[in-house]
């Protein structure tokens, strides 16, 4: 087992997801960046190579920081249609796992299931799991990178993933 | 020009008017929305056009497939033992069952779950369980998986067409393979490949509001205003030269290719991975891109490179197949399920040579634009469900206009709706020459 140093709690852990899913579904999104490092990235896998490597593979969403910081530009602005009026979402984080942490980054796992409402439309339902890489800067634990995987065998009736999975 | 006399029939009671005299040229919102168009559609269009199947790169090895929907029907794409590729209908000859269920993979044989029937890779009939009790009439070698009636390729794009009497592919696409070629000379050695990595998204729209939209440059400044925003924000200039009255920093053209292919021929201004550096890809990228470009001049000649590496083209395969040479190509396939849905199936492709580096700059450029997690496909969806709502009314307001730029035929910029005439009035011929 890992020194809380190197590593972090699961409560801990919890803690950071419990309060990015609070942050994103309220979407105060300035207030969420402050939970990812400086250098944060966030991917979402195509849905018929959930494993694979951004480099080589077109996946649905590969943000490198500055892309990142675009979107929650882009998600803010009125004119993001796709958003306007911004979606509702409700997260549900589950089954929260610790890895060992190594090179400074702590591994964690987690089921997530969102529901996302719009006014005349169905509810849509995005499941999947999170895999993530938390860095500890100044003690507190950040997100350096974000991977949220969807178990859909095709986006389909989805359609497009524009708010932040 | 693209705006001609078509010696067309008066216009009563017609799903598409026009009056070349009037500049008037407008489609019936019924056609969005009726079921009777859909079927009709079916039987003109995608029973008799040449449909898009897949790209050869996608079968690299013998016993390679996919399995697909194409032109409503449930299709194995597949290179045969021999090499060959082929287009099974993925159906066994006994009960119908599906054969193949997996999305994609290595074959040796395709097993009918229900029976228990086998076929090979080239869908010959290989084994049948208990084939003593069929009576002597049966003819196991007639029993093989369905070919589609026709199958043929353009520079690895393939095609298929369930009208047995269907002219050529290359007669077929006419002025659309000088636009294939300018996406295929990117390669070195002419091979480009599909990207692993498939984006499947529903749009909640008519299937031709997404052939309009692929090739509509004039709802660029009001849909993608958050995009445009973007590139301004990464110091790519996206303002229009003063006084010139264009909506876009550079003035491109609509363009009718023929048989209803059409396209937009767009100086760029937003980047290309082949090969136009913008600050977006960073200055680390800047001399790679210039030696892509060294290569393509010594290549193809200081035009063609020009040609290839300087302008921006989102090209309409009739009906339902798109490739957007922009940011990074996309291949883009789309299929109506029912008059207010349609399924999208998109990949990105590249040239076979490109270096691990490229590989990555392309797929980057790809999803700042393209694709159900871009900055822009989204507003694209939107919009599209957005008009479909509308034609809700389609009673009450009736018509679309399609007007732009008609009355100057000579000269129609890519933000005008010349070139989407030339769609609607292939459709049109078509969907009349049926009834």
Same mark, same amino acid.
């Given at each position: 087992m890992s020194s809380p140093q190197a590593g972090a709690t699961r409560a801990e852990v919890e803690d950071l997801l419990f309060r990015e899913a609070e942050l994103l579904d309220g979407w105060k999104l300035d207030d969420w960046m402050k939970l990812l490092t400086d250098d944060a990235t966030y991917y979402v896998p195509p849905n018929d190579k959930p494993d694979a490597d951004h480099r080589f593979t077109l996946f649905t969403i590969a943000d490198d920081t500055v892309r990142l910081r675009?979107?929650?530009?882009?998600?803010?602005?009125?004119?993001?249609?796709?958003?306007?009026? $911004?979606?509702?979402?409700?997260?549900?984080?589950?089954?929260?796992?610790?890895?060992?942490?190594a090179g400074g980054e702590i591994p964690i796992a987690a089921n997530f299931l969102i529901y996302r409402h719009r006014r005349g439309e169905p509810p849509r339902v995005f499941a999947g799991h999170y895999r993530y890489k938390l860095k500890r800067i100044d003690g507190e634990l950040k997100i350096f990178e974000r991977r949220a995987i969807l178990d859909a065998e095709e986006l389909g009736p989805l359609g497009s993933v524009s708010f932040i999975v | 020009m693209l705006d001609q006399p078509h010696g067309h029939r008066p216009n009563d009671g017609l799903l598409v008017r026009e009056d070349l005299e009037a500049n008037m040229f407008s489609v019936k919102r019924e056609v969005f929305v009726s079921k009777e168009v859909l079927e009709r559609e079916q039987q003109a269009l995608f029973d008799r056009c040449w449909i898009y199947v897949g790209h050869a790169s996608e079968l690299?090895?013998?016993?390679?497939?996919?399995?697909?929907?194409?032109?409503?029907?449930?299709?194995i794409f597949v290179r045969g033992r021999d090499g060959e590729v082929r287009a099974l209908i993925n159906s066994c000859r006994h009960r119908g069952a599906i054969v193949c269920r997996e999305r994609e993979g290595n074959a040796r044989q395709f097993y009918c779950m229900y029976h228990g029937w086998t076929y090979q890779p080239d869908g010959r009939i290989k084994s049948i369980p208990g084939e003593d009790a069929y009576p002597p009439s049966f003819d196991r070698n007639r029993m093989g998986l369905m070919e589609v009636p026709r199958l043929e390729h353009y520079r690895d794009f393939y095609f298929l067409n369930f009208d047995r009497d269907a002219v050529d592919l290359k007669t077929y696409l006419a002025g659309a393979t000088e636009y294939i070629d300018l996406v295929t000379d990117q390669s070195p050695s002419g091979r480009m490949e599909i990207i692993s990595?498939?984006?499947? /998204?529903?749009?909640?729209?008519?299937?031709?509001?997404?052939?309009?939209n692929s090739v509509d440059d004039y709802h660029l400044i009001a849909t993608h205003a958050t995009w445009l925003n973007y590139m301004r924000n990464s110091g790519v200039n996206m303002t229009p030269p003063k006084d010139s009255g264009l909506l876009l920093p550079t003035r491109g053209a609509g363009k009718d290719l023929g048989n209803g292919h059409l396209t937009t021929d767009n100086p760029n201004y937003r980047g290309r991975p082949v090969a136009r550096w913008i600050s977006v890809y960073g200055e680390d990228a800047k001399a790679d891109i210039e030696a892509i470009r060294r290569?393509?001049?010594?290549?193809?000649?200081?035009?063609?490179?020009?040609?290839?590496?300087?302008?921006?083209?989102?090209?309409?395969?009739? $009906?339902?197949?798109?490739?957007?040479?922009?940011?990074?190509?996309?291949?883009?396939?789309?299929?109506?399920?029912?008059?207010?849905?349609?399924?999208?199936?998109?990949?990105?492709?590249?040239?076979?040579?490109?270096?691990?580096?490229?590989?990555?700059?392309?797929?980057? =450029?790809?999803?700042?634009? /393209?694709? $159900?997690?871009?900055?822009?496909?989204?507003?694209?969806?939107?919009?599209?469900?957005? =008009?479909?709502?509308? /034609?809700?009314?389609?009673?009450d307001v009736e018509w679309n206009d399609l007007s732009r730029g008609m009355d100057h035929p000579e000269d129609q910029s890519n933000t005008d709706e010349g070139h989407l005439r030339v769609f609607w009035r292939r459709w049109r011929d078509l969907m009349e020459a049926r009834a």
């Amino acid at each position: 087992m890992s020194s809380p140093q190197a590593g972090a709690t699961r409560a801990e852990v919890e803690d950071l997801l419990f309060r990015e899913a609070e942050l994103l579904d309220g979407w105060k999104l300035d207030d969420w960046m402050k939970l990812l490092t400086d250098d944060a990235t966030y991917y979402v896998p195509p849905n018929d190579k959930p494993d694979a490597d951004h480099r080589f593979t077109l996946f649905t969403i590969a943000d490198d920081t500055v892309r990142l910081r675009e979107r929650v530009i882009r998600l803010k602005d009125p004119n993001c249609h796709v958003e306007y009026p $911004p979606s509702r979402t409700r997260r549900m984080i589950t089954n929260v796992r610790v890895g060992e942490a190594a090179g400074g980054e702590i591994p964690i796992a987690a089921n997530f299931l969102i529901y996302r409402h719009r006014r005349g439309e169905p509810p849509r339902v995005f499941a999947g799991h999170y895999r993530y890489k938390l860095k500890r800067i100044d003690g507190e634990l950040k997100i350096f990178e974000r991977r949220a995987i969807l178990d859909a065998e095709e986006l389909g009736p989805l359609g497009s993933v524009s708010f932040i999975v | 020009m693209l705006d001609q006399p078509h010696g067309h029939r008066p216009n009563d009671g017609l799903l598409v008017r026009e009056d070349l005299e009037a500049n008037m040229f407008s489609v019936k919102r019924e056609v969005f929305v009726s079921k009777e168009v859909l079927e009709r559609e079916q039987q003109a269009l995608f029973d008799r056009c040449w449909i898009y199947v897949g790209h050869a790169s996608e079968l690299r090895n013998p016993g390679d497939f996919k399995t697909r929907w194409v032109a409503g029907r449930p299709i194995i794409f597949v290179r045969g033992r021999d090499g060959e590729v082929r287009a099974l209908i993925n159906s066994c000859r006994h009960r119908g069952a599906i054969v193949c269920r997996e999305r994609e993979g290595n074959a040796r044989q395709f097993y009918c779950m229900y029976h228990g029937w086998t076929y090979q890779p080239d869908g010959r009939i290989k084994s049948i369980p208990g084939e003593d009790a069929y009576p002597p009439s049966f003819d196991r070698n007639r029993m093989g998986l369905m070919e589609v009636p026709r199958l043929e390729h353009y520079r690895d794009f393939y095609f298929l067409n369930f009208d047995r009497d269907a002219v050529d592919l290359k007669t077929y696409l006419a002025g659309a393979t000088e636009y294939i070629d300018l996406v295929t000379d990117q390669s070195p050695s002419g091979r480009m490949e599909i990207i692993s990595g498939v984006q499947e /998204y529903d749009i909640k729209a008519n299937w031709k509001l997404l052939v309009e939209n692929s090739v509509d440059d004039y709802h660029l400044i009001a849909t993608h205003a958050t995009w445009l925003n973007y590139m301004r924000n990464s110091g790519v200039n996206m303002t229009p030269p003063k006084d010139s009255g264009l909506l876009l920093p550079t003035r491109g053209a609509g363009k009718d290719l023929g048989n209803g292919h059409l396209t937009t021929d767009n100086p760029n201004y937003r980047g290309r991975p082949v090969a136009r550096w913008i600050s977006v890809y960073g200055e680390d990228a800047k001399a790679d891109i210039e030696a892509i470009r060294r290569e393509l001049v010594a290549r193809l000649g200081e035009q063609r490179a020009a040609r290839v590496a300087d302008t921006n083209r989102n090209l309409v395969i009739f $009906p339902n197949l798109v490739i957007n040479d922009g940011s990074s190509v996309t291949v883009r396939n789309f299929y109506p399920v029912a008059p207010d849905l349609m399924h999208v199936t998109a990949w990105a492709l590249g040239p076979v040579e490109e270096t691990e580096a490229q590989r990555a700059r392309r797929l980057h =450029a790809f999803l700042t634009f /393209y694709g $159900p997690g871009g900055f822009a496909t989204p507003d694209d969806v939107t919009a599209l469900e957005s =008009a479909q709502q509308g /034609y809700s009314a389609w009673r009450d307001v009736e018509w679309n206009d399609l007007s732009r730029g008609m009355d100057h035929p000579e000269d129609q910029s890519n933000t005008d709706e010349g070139h989407l005439r030339v769609f609607w009035r292939r459709w049109r011929d078509l969907m009349e020459a049926r009834a």
